[in-house]
């Protein structure tokens, strides 16, 4: 079963290899952002940080969305939700850390956003797998 989640999903199989290569980048670039965000969240600067159990929470998060991105058989999900946790992140910069610090992380979310998003679209066929 196990096992399993290492194979080569079904949209990888029809992937010619230089496809295969080209998104297993966007995968581990997509892991970086993820394991970066887990390493440090929100501006030190905050008024009204966020509890540490939010911070916590995000930053696990973020290491298991990374471990679905790397997983062949679990890409899709694990794409799609470091997507949704990008535009989260942004609407929490904004709304929490100020409009100034989410204008200073603002190439790398929606950088990370746009890897993500393009990995997941790409997979999208293996929802129904």
Known sequence: MMANLFLPNPTMQKDTPALRAFYWILALLTVGAQ????????????????PDWANTTANMLNLIIAVLVLLPRTRVWGALAAALMMILSMVTNVMVDGFDYFLTVLA??????????????????????
Request: glycine residues 8%.
């Open 35 to 50: 394991v970066l965000c887990a390493l440090g969240s929100g501006s030190p600067d905050t008024a009204n940080p966020m």
């Open 108 to 129: 790398f979310d929606l950088a990370a956003f746009a890897v993500a998003a393009a990995l997941a679209w790409h997979h999208r066929a293996d929802l129904g797998a």
